[in-house]
């Protein structure tokens, strides 16, 4: 899987955008990036992931760049419960495989 | 999404007792389980892959002899914890595949264990 290299912590206030960025400048073109995060004591959460094409669901926007070597996360409006620990994974789909998490971004949402 | 639920969400056991925490996939069947430990202000690490009714691969220095993983069933894998010590004190976490894709691997809420 590409490494990828994401900022150790951002900060935000309440209803603002959060735009949490990551690179992956190593990225092949069979990888997608997949984003995860993780509140304090729960268990990761799925939020989107892509391939080449921007991606936008009920959660977040996924925006990659034309050369995927980087992506930004868009929470249109952070709440306080957005407040967690963001992963961006770069890696194959690929049965029975497991999710290799690094270190993240701290998001701290503030009123 | 799919449900995957552990069992204990936390647990303070004595030290050099064992414990059992459980993995259940409620609403799928899993094939394929994996077990993460996090330490405070860590990431998940992986300790091992589960597959039903074969042996768990464990990570490089993970000791397969202190970490029992059972998955006898599709909906169940176990992680029991031998002879626990302080330093074993972690959140595990379980997740399970519901298909082949990576957006079809489903998350436990984790257990809190701590060693006393």
């Known amino acids: 899987d590409a490494k990828t290299t994401q900022p150790t912590s951002m900060d935000c206030a309440e209803g603002r955008a959060a735009n949490l960025p990551c690179n992956h400048s190593?990225?092949?073109?069979?990888?997608?990036v997949y984003w995860y995060r993780q509140i304090h004591s729960q268990g990761p959460q799925y939020i989107i992931h892509?391939?080449?094409n921007n991606e936008t669901n009920e959660m977040a926007s996924l925006i990659i760049t034309e050369d995927r070597k980087s992506s930004t996360l868009i929470l249109p409006h952070a709440t306080l419960r957005d407040t967690a620990v963001y992963y961006c994974?770069?890696?194959?789909?690929?049965?029975?495989?497991?999710?290799?998490f690094g270190k993240g971004t701290t998001l701290s949402v503030s009123s | 999404g799919a449900v995957v639920s552990q069992h204990p969400s936390w647990v303070i056991c004595k030290s050099g007792t064992s414990v059992k925490i459980e993995c259940r996939s409620l609403?799928?069947?899993?094939?394929?389980m994996f077990w993460y430990r996090q330490f405070p202000k860590q990431s998940l690490m992986l300790m091992a892959t589960?597959?039903?009714?074969?042996?768990?691969?464990?990570e490089q220095g993970v000791e397969k002899d202190k970490f029992l993983i059972n998955h006898a069933s599709l909906t169940l894998s176990t992680l029991t914890v031998t002879s626990a010590h302080p330093e074993d004190s972690s959140f595990y976490i379980c997740?399970?595949?519901?298909?082949?894709?990576?957006?079809?691997?489903?998350f436990g809420q984790g257990t809190r264990l701590t060693v006393v």
């Open positions: 892509g391939l080449k």
């Open positions: 589960s597959n039903e009714g074969s042996k768990a691969t464990y």
């Open positions: 609403d799928f069947q899993a094939t394929t």
């Open positions: 994974i770069v890696r194959v789909e690929q049965a029975g495989t497991a999710l290799i």
């Open positions: 997740s399970a595949r519901a298909g082949a894709r990576v957006t079809e691997a489903f």
């Open positions: 190593t990225i092949s073109g069979n990888e997608y």
